[in-house]
């Protein structure tokens, strides 16, 4: 299982399942980032966290801890 916060900078990847309940789902899959998805990883910041992405052809950054419950492919 490969999460999105362990994706490499530079990578595009499919989002494969959501991890987590509730609120924190709902919020995530809020952003568009729901099954199928295609996620691209633009840059992580120095710390790791936020990470940035594109997703539906806009920018978001996500915390390291929504990142690693987003299971990717």
Do not use: C, F, N
Not at 14 to 42: C, F, Q
Request: net charge positive; aromatic share 2%.
């Amino acid at each position: 299982m490969q999460t999105l916060r362990e994706t490499a900078v530079g990578k595009t990847v499919s989002v494969v399942k959501l991890h987590g309940e509730g609120a924190v789902k709902r919020r995530i899959m809020d952003m568009g980032i729901t099954k199928g998805t295609e996620v691209y990883v633009r840059k992580v910041a120095p710390l790791g966290d936020p990470v940035e992405v594109t997703v539906r052809g806009y920018e978001l950054s996500l915390r390291k801890e929504d990142a690693q419950m987003i299971e990717v492919q």
